[in-house]
């Protein structure tokens, strides 16, 4: 519990892509904004709704990269935290100038402001445990300290860094001065730290004062704060966001907090952490986190196992079905399937690099792709033509556009669409269609309480998403 005055802001990272959990995390789409746990709810939604409860919680500022702006709106319309405050960054920077120029923010509403810094994308089981432990961080930052977490380890961990724990801090419960950030060990390393104790993983979350961390800043990395500052100078808000200035931040040096602040510093102290937790890094770390049958499967989804064991089998659009698997990480979408073995379930993201370089879709989303109004799914492409299923959330619509190299024919198969066709505004109900000509000015909006389904079949030379040219747009794409 902070003190008389004093209010923790809830800062969530949302910056990065989650290549290792590629087919299902795509850059457009990535790990924080999915389902990855079968939980029913979202990573960076778990993030916040994990944290309810705590007192003298602040509004949380959410950083994300720009190109996800309308998912972390979406998914955090609803949190029990309070609307966020969402910065925009151009371009990735790392956690320092991410947390940086939340800092900034926070101290705006709040100088004595406590960050609490999460990022977006981890699991923590026993969130009881984890406010425990966060309200124990809440008292060392007041006292000046730089809190980080520290989880007890279970087992020898070769995916994370670790964190060697010096002398008791006092007049603090748990907290313990960090004696030092050790870099991911190999085997033999992690079971070294195993047995000799004192050692714990490195979790990634933070706890401080801003004004703090920002005086770190200027002792440990004075680039970083000017970069930051130049950028929250800059900022411009937009609609429900502030766009970070792009030349003040895309000149901050990229650096993580532990090699910007945390190592350099002697403020830094270590929180104990036992609340289930996992930074889902890799499909056998998400494998870990999910529930085996007898067999030791996990399965997800529409999953037939014969004569299957120790294996992690995710069906996400059809059926999957394994015959004599052993040890290894099935991941089915609509538009790829990763088959691997479990201990080498880490190359995937040489399997995305490949992608990248040969400029595959695949690499950066999904056959559905999301939008502020809704979601586009492609069905059929072929040459000179392609189906969409279109889906428009009530109320919503898309930008009045025009095409240049293609036609649409539009049917409705679910709810009522207003559509605008160079001078004409008329509605369309189920089962009826309408064709939107070459260079027309058009539109289409859900003005019902609905979804709006409907088939689009497109045909022309070209049929390219950056053949729109936009009139009107309320989200000021």
Not at 64 to 80: G, I, K, S, Y
Not at 227 to 244: K, N, P, Q, S, T
Not at 281 to 290: F, V
Not at 422 to 446: A, C, K, P, Q
Request: charged share 20%; glycine share 8%.
């Amino acid at each position: 519990m902070a003190a008389a005055g004093l209010s923790v802001h809830p800062v969530i990272l949302s910056g990065g892509v989650g290549s290792r959990l590629w087919p299902l995390s795509r850059e457009t789409y990535p790990k924080q904004f999915l389902d990855v746990a079968a939980s029913g709810r979202t990573l960076v939604q778990q993030t916040l709704e994990r944290l309810e409860g705590m007192p003298d919680l602040a509004a949380p500022i959410v950083v994300c990269n720009q190109a996800h702006r309308f998912l972390v709106a979406e998914q955090l319309r609803d949190n029990p935290l309070g609307a966020a405050q969402i910065l925009l960054e151009p371009v990735g920077r790392n956690t320092a100038p991410a947390v940086g120029v939340a800092a900034l923010q926070a101290m705006r509403d709040a100088p004595d402001a406590i960050l609490a810094v999460f990022p977006a994308d981890h699991l923590v089981e026993a969130p009881a445990a984890l406010r425990t432990a966060l309200s124990e961080a809440v008292q060392a930052a007041e006292a000046g300290w730089l809190v980080t977490f520290g989880v007890v380890a279970d087992r020898p961990e070769t995916g994370y860094g670790y964190i060697e724990a010096g002398e008791p801090v006092s007049n603090q419960a748990t907290a313990r001065q960090v004696q030092r950030f050790v870099e991911k060990p190999d085997d033999a390393g992690a079971q070294a730290f195993l047995e000799a104790g004192g050692f714990y993983w490195n979790a990634g979350m933070f706890v401080m004062r801003a004004s703090r961390y920002l005086e770190a800043l200027q002792q440990h990395a004075p680039d970083i704060l000017r970069g930051c500052e130049a950028a929250m100078a800059e900022a411009e808000r937009d609609l429900d966001f502030i766009r970070l200035g792009e030349g003040g931040f895309a000149h901050c040096p990229s650096d993580s907090i532990d090699y910007a602040v945390m190592e350099p510093t002697d403020a830094a102290v270590m929180v104990p952490l036992e609340a289930g937790w996992s930074d889902l890094g890799s499909w056998s770390t998400l494998m870990s986190a999910g529930a085996a049958d007898g067999q030791g499967n996990v399965l997800l989804g529409d999953v037939i196992a014969e004569d299957s064991h120790n294996s992690y089998v995710r069906a996400e659009s059809r059926l999957v079905a394994t015959v004599g698997l052993k040890d290894h990480v099935v991941v089915e979408t609509a538009d790829s399937v990763l088959v691997a073995p479990r201990d080498r379930v880490h190359e995937v993201k040489a399997v995305v690099q490949r992608l990248q370089a040969d400029g595959r879709a695949e690499a950066v989303e999904h056959r559905e792709v999301h939008r502020p109004w809704g979601s586009y799914e492609g069905l059929i492409r072929a040459d000179r033509f392609q189906v969409k299923r279109i889906v428009v959330n009530p109320g919503c619509r898309l930008s009045l556009q025009m095409h240049h190299h293609r036609t649409e024919h539009w049917v409705v198969v679910k709810g009522t669409a207003q559509v605008t066709r160079g001078d004409e505004v008329f509605l369309l109900g189920e089962d009826e269609s309408t064709y939107i000509s070459l260079g027309t000015v058009h539109r289409l909006e859900n003005p019902g309480m609905i979804p709006l389904e409907l088939v689009e079949v497109q045909s022309g030379s070209y049929l390219g998403e950056d053949d729109i040219t936009r009139i009107e747009d309320v989200y000021g794409r």
